[in-house]
């Protein structure tokens, strides 16, 4: 039987990386916006139906927009969480929960991907 705590892989040790059909930006305050094309059947009709944007834009705050640039495709989401720590302090707590929920967001998203 295998050791299932030997099975489980640690979220915290897994590798984001940025979406290559992802553009993005940032402001001169260093804020990011991304941008996101919207596409598939359902945007194209709401695209010519109800005139919604090909292009979203998002904008991320400043804990958001330091994530987004620390995310190189190297560092894990520990070390990651290290860099927040050190610019935000306590500001950050409770840091890894999240940060692993703010991961998972831009994973479900397709922002990033996880490897």
């Given at each position: 039987?295998?050791?299932?705590m030997?099975?489980?892989e640690?979220?915290?040790?897994k590798?984001?990386?940025h979406?290559?059909?992802?553009k ?49 495709g ?16 306590d ?25």
């Amino acid at each position: 039987m295998i050791d299932k705590m030997k099975s489980k892989e640690n979220y915290l040790e897994k590798i984001p990386c940025h979406s290559p059909r992802i553009k993005w930006g940032k402001d001169d305050k260093g804020l990011v916006t991304l941008e996101m094309e919207n596409r598939g059947f359902a945007n194209f009709l709401a695209q010519k139906l109800l005139k919604k944007p090909r292009i979203s834009f998002i904008h991320l705050e400043e804990f958001g927009s330091f994530i987004w640039t620390v995310i190189d495709g190297k560092q894990d989401i520990i070390a990651i969480g290290k860099l927040v720590k050190e610019k935000f302090g306590d500001k950050a707590e409770p840091l890894y929960e999240r940060l692993a929920g703010y991961i998972k967001t831009l994973h479900t998203n397709g922002f990033i991907s996880i490897i």
